[in-house]
Every structure is written in C-alpha cells, then in structure tokens.
C-alpha cells in the first residue's frame, strides 16, 4: 500500500511541476508556455522567416514592447537558440497562426555569458520575461528566395524597360552613357552620386539629397556585394539604374528600413574615377552611409 501511494504521490508531483498555478506547462528543454491556440502544420525551424505580433513584459505585467502599439509585426529569422529554454526554443514550437505565452527567467536572458546587456534595474532577479506571442506569417528560406524574384520579375515587367541580368541576378540599364569615360574596376576609388529604394518605391536613402556625393573603395567588405558588381559596369560620367538582389544586398537580415530578403533599386552616378594605382598609398577608405551602401 505504501509503495502505490509513493507511486501516486511521484506522479502527482511530476504534474505539478510541468503545469504551474498560472496554466503553464514546461517543455523539455525548461521553457514555461502556454499555447491559447494551436494550428496544424509544420513547426517553424531554424532558417525560416517569420512575421510575429508580440508582448513582452514582465511578470508585474509592465510592458516593455508591444507590437501591436507599434502598429508593424517583428520580423527576423529563427536562429540557433542561446540556452535552453530561449525564445527561439520558444518559436520552434508554433507554426502559421499559433498564439502563445512563454516565461523566461529574467537572469537567462541578461546573462553576461551570452554577451546580453545588463539586467536595468527595474526587473528583479529570479523573475521572468513574459512574451505573448501571435504568429502572423511563416516563410523558408527557398520561399522568400522565391518571392523576391517574382517581385525582381514582376517590377522589371511593369517598368517596360530593357533591364540587363548579370550571371548574380543583377539588374541593370545604363541611363546616360560616356563611352569615353575611365571604366571602374576592381580596388578603385569612385565618387558616386546615389539614390536608393526599395521595389514599392520607398525612398531609403541618397546622397543626392543631401547634395554630398559619395567616395568609396570598389572592393569586398566596403560596401555591399551589389554595389561592387554594379559600379564595374559603370564608366566615369555614366548614370544606370539597378536592380539588387537580397543576396547582393542585406539578405535574410535586412538593414534599418530595409526588411529582410529585400531586393534594392539604386539609381548611381559616377562622379569620379581614381584609379588603384594612384589611391594605393591614400589613408583608409571614407565610412560608407548608415544605410544602403554599408557591407553586411
């Protein structure tokens, strides 16, 4: 008789710990959730995008951030989880549609091993983080991939206009010519006038604008990918207009106000040609803008 009710008294203390006071349950890997509403599908992995409405606050219910005030969902893509029990644990364990609440200890998600800032002093160790999450929009990598052709394609189409495609997916339509202009290569220096949008025609930054053109180095690392295939097609005194691809661009992760997987419509001017041989003994290249031109 001892020995049933030890058995049962085990089992009733195993469901009291994986379910607490306030309805949460612990997964495996430590994380206290609770699902409001669950949809079938595959679970989101590692990799993909996804588009999320989300509270965070803490367990006295003051609120950090709300996305829903912001009136713009989150947008990122899942990465490899930092400890157990982190929210992307968190996210692996929803798909399209799902709405969740998940706590995290507070010390978890400041701790100065994973190079988090340090806690502000208005939430309390041993607390938890709360986050009610609502999963708006999932995607993969090949589907993103995928939609932003369509869009290149589609914006292409629409303008009518006899774009060139490099081999990387590039873009391009040289607007005004000089056949007689010095040809840009690979470790030159350019001055560049240069206005960038995004393919709805969100204007995200020009140097035009604000009347300072713009000197940089032609070469990896500088700037984005693009902007180095770009330039080399392009001689001194020439103007074209292109169309980047994500990949050439911010990528998965966007930049700013460049959402991710983002291709990128620059209208670029070459003001200036040095060649690399003049500019090999020059001090280190000008920092590239905040935004469009920087490297990823």
């Known amino acids: 008789m001892k020995v049933k009710f030890a058995v049962v008294a085990l089992a ?10 306030d309805g949460y349950k612990k997964s495996d890997s430590g ?6 509403n669950e949809n079938s599908g595959e679970k989101i992995k590692e990799g993909d995008f996804v588009k999320v409405n989300l509270i965070y606050k803490t367990d006295s219910d003051s609120v950090l951030l709300n996305t829903y005030k912001m009136g713009r969902p989150y947008e990122f893509i899942v990465q490899k989880s930092m400890f157990k029990g982190d929210m992307m644990d968190a996210f692996k364990m929803l798909t399209k549609g799902d709405s969740a609440s998940f706590k995290i200890l507070a010390d978890s998600i400041f701790s100065p091993k994973f190079g988090m800032q340090k806690m502000p002093p208005f939430i309390k160790s041993g607390s938890y983080l709360v986050f009610v999450v609502k999963v708006v929009d999932v995607k993969t990598k090949v589907a993103m991939e995928a939609e932003a052709t369509k869009a290149v394609d589609k914006f292409v189409a629409d303008s009518k206009l006899a774009f060139n495609k490099t081999n990387s997916g590039l873009r391009y339509l040289v607007t005004v010519p000089a056949p007689a202009g010095t040809p840009v290569k690979l470790g030159d220096t350019v001055k560049v006038h240069y206005t960038g949008k995004l393919l709805d025609g969100t204007k995200f930054d020009s140097s035009v604008d604000r009347k300072q053109p713009f000197e940089l180095p032609v ?4 700037v984005i990918d693009g ?5 080399q097609l392009l001689k001194k005194g020439e103007s074209a207009t292109f169309i980047i691809p994500a990949k050439l661009a911010y990528g998965e992760m966007g930049n700013g106000p460049i959402p991710p ?8 001017q070459v003001l200036d040609v040095k060649p690399a041989k003049a500019t090999a003994s020059a001090p280190a290249a000008a920092q590239a803008p905040a935004t469009a031109p920087a490297s990823k």
């Open 261 to 268: 997987n983002s291709p990128l419509v620059f209208d670029l």
């Open 12 to 21: 009733l203390s195993a469901i009291l710990f994986a379910c607490n006071k």
């Open 219 to 222: 070469q990896k690392g500088m």
């Open 227 to 231: 902007w180095v295939e770009a330039l």
């Open 31 to 36: 994380l206290l959730y609770k699902i409001y």
